[in-house]
């Protein structure tokens, strides 16, 4: 394990791993004063843990089917530590984390989604905001809790919806704004200054 002082992070995926790549192409190229200290996938042939293997990360999965979510949970939580993560940024894990889970990195955890919450929680965000017919959605970034798609949120960036968008052309723009805010919110709760007052997230 290193012996730098800069903080470390733990990244959870289960699929294309682009969140995950944009924030370490920023940790290998000296952009965000952090390590990434572990890679982890419930999905043992997800494409972004092949991807950490590729940029020499550490990386590792447990197969998530059929495991109990608390004793599957306590296992990527020892797992995480083991490495030393103290954060930890969740990059398109598409798994509720328990209660168990989310007591041992208070207020630590990230994750991103590809909405303007509290407008379209859970599954194909993009697809509930074309069949409603919002004229703009986008991404946010915040605080995980125990709820699905909920706690604190940093960061917010809109993308508008065109009339001749498909899920396919909208959700690549989405992800591009998403990119950009996962790494901005790292950067600024990695400085520290912020309160959390209630739901809202202060600059301070
Ligand atoms: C991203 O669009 C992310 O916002 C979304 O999954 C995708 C993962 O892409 N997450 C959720 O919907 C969580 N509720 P990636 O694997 O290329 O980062």
Request: some cysteine; aromatic content about 6%; overall charge neutral.
């Amino acid at each position: 394990m290193s012996t730098s002082s800069r903080a470390r992070l733990g990244i959870l995926l289960s699929g294309r791993g682009s969140n995950f790549e944009a924030i370490a192409r920023n940790v290998l190229a000296g952009r965000l004063d952090c390590e990434i200290g572990f890679v982890f996938s419930n999905k043992p042939n997800a494409p972004g843990l092949a991807r950490a293997r590729e940029l020499g990360l550490p990386s590792g999965a447990i197969d998530s089917a059929g495991v109990e979510r608390t004793v599957f949970d306590l296992q990527v939580v020892d797992l995480l530590k083991s490495h030393g993560v103290e954060w930890v940024c969740l990059a398109g894990y598409m798994r509720l984390l328990s209660g168990r889970f989310v007591s041992q990195f208070p207020q630590r955890i990230l994750n991103i989604h590809p909405s303007l919450l509290p407008a379209f929680p859970g599954l194909d965000a993009q697809h509930q905001a074309l069949t409603h017919g919002v004229k703009v959605t986008g991404c946010t970034l915040h605080f995980v809790d125990e709820n699905l798609d909920a706690g604190p949120i940093l960061l917010q960036a809109t993308v508008p919806v065109l009339d001749n968008d498909t899920v396919e052309s909208l959700s690549s723009r989405i992800l591009v704004e998403e990119h950009r805010i996962y790494s901005e919110a790292i950067a600024w709760v990695l400085k520290g200054n912020y309160r959390i007052e209630g739901r809202r997230v202060i600059k301070t």
